[in-house]
């Protein structure tokens, strides 16, 4: 009696027992881990438990992502997959040997037959285009740029030829007296040696000198010699091509003196019967205004082209020579053709 009533105390506490002990932990394998694929190859590794929390569109990574079976329990991410499915050949889905948060492997030296390391380019979003990363390259300075930048050096020279256009120069008295007769010149050649120096970007300060040859109508070996030395600022805009040269639209203003040389000037001014015949020169302020362009076909090298006038400030005054004369303004047409260097 007393062995049966202690039997089934037992029984009763063994039961009880059971009844109150703990849950056994979960499996793992009851909350699986998953790896997220984005379409732009971002991947995430998370708990199966984990994916309803938040709906994920994958709006920084090119739309939703899809979703692999995951093995948690390996050192690096693999895909695996069942024995109904076959493995797929996708590039994204193939396995990645990405090492763990808690492991870390340093990585495989390149050999010296492998390609040369890239810079890596990620572009999550596709509408940014290659000027967008030029602007971003240019901000931290890699100098990474579709277009060559201009940078231009400090000092230049240039030179230049071309004919020379002189318009009728009115003749104002000879030997005090009034007349209404005018010089008249044929196409000359003008020549020009200009050295300059930028001040910035766009401007530069030039100084030049030059000379001017036109043969006179007045007699048959008479001509007209000026040399003019001047010194101004001269505007530059350059206009990057791509794949192409640099085009330099230019412009300037000069100012300066010029000396004037007359030979053997032979004609009977209007008004008066006395032939005159004689040769002089004076020294007289001129200015001058240019326009051209400038095509770099090499590194510090340039094509130019332009247009120039040159004219004296008024009438000229009495002449160095004991000839009476007094000439009105005169202005001079050139077209320059030459080539520009930097130093």
Known sequence: MHFTALFSFFALWILSANLWAEDPPASPG????????????SKTVMRWSEIGGNLDQGENHGGPPRFVAWDGSKSSFSKVTSAKQPASTRPDESPVSVSSPTTSTPPKPSSPGSNPPMREM??????VQPWDQQREDRANNTRITLVEEYDPDEVYGRLQ?????????????INGLPTSSQL?????LRGSFEIGGHLSRYLSLEGNVGGIWNSSQQSSDGWLLQ???????????????????????YLGVDAGGSFMLYNNLEFTPAGQTALYDDSFGFFTPVWQVRAGIMVEFKDNWAFTAGYSYLGSWGAIGEPVSTSNIQLGSIGTSSVDIGLRTFF
Not at 122 to 127: A, F, K, M, V
């Open 161 to 173: 030829v071309g004919p020379s256009f002189v318009r009728s120069q009115s003749i104002n008295s």
């Open 122 to 127: 990620n572009y999550p979003d596709t509408t």
């Open 30 to 41: 009851d909350d699986p881990y998953v790896m997220k694929i984005y379409p732009d190859g």
């Open 184 to 188: 008249s010149f044929d196409t000359g």
């Open 227 to 249: 040399i003019p030395i001047m010194i101004g600022l001269n505007g530059e805009f350059p206009i990057p091509v791509e794949d192409g040269p640099r085009l330099i639209p």
